[in-house]
Nanobody, 129 residues
Framework: QLQLVESGGGLVQPGGSLRLSCVVSGFTLDYYAIGWFRQAPGKEREGVSC????????IYRDSVKGRFTISKDNAKNTVTLQMNGLKPEDTAIYYCAANRDQYPTICRVVPHSGQYDYWGQGTQVTVSS
């Protein structure tokens, strides 16, 4: 059974940092693309970032470019989203999701929900002073 578990969320002041982790089980990251999404209250879920199965291709939505970094450690079955320079508008529940990657990788575009079949339960990120 494919499972994804997010952790690392919390309350942080504007300008601060958080490191989100997505630990997967039941499948190997070697063949799956992993996307990070977020959903703020009253808003639709939006794609934040994606990393390809090979880890060689990453993509970010414009509003987080230069502040967020996605990475993966296949040996630890973990994908990480490092978030720096956090802003109040980054407040949301953050989800990681997985889908079998393709050639070319599905991470050639900012992820959208319909591309992903497997989801974690989410972790809350709140940016507030």
């Amino acid at each position: 059974q494919l499972q994804l578990v997010e952790s690392g969320g919390g309350l942080v002041q504007p300008g601060g940092s958080l490191r989100l982790s997505c630990v997967v089980s039941g499948f190997t990251l070697d063949y799956y693309a992993i996307g990070w999404f977020r959903q703020a209250p009253g808003k639709e879920r939006e794609g934040v970032s994606c990393i390809s199965s090979r880890g060689t291709i990453t993509i970010y939505r414009d509003s987080v470019k230069g502040r967020f970094t996605i990475s993966k450690d296949n040996a630890k079955n973990t994908v990480t989203l490092q978030m720096n320079g956090l802003k109040p508008e980054d407040t949301a529940i953050y989800y990681c999701a997985a889908n079998r990657d393709q050639y070319p990788t599905i991470c050639r575009v900012v992820p959208h929900s319909g591309q992903y079949d497997y989801w974690g339960q989410g972790t809350q990120v709140t940016v507030s002073s």
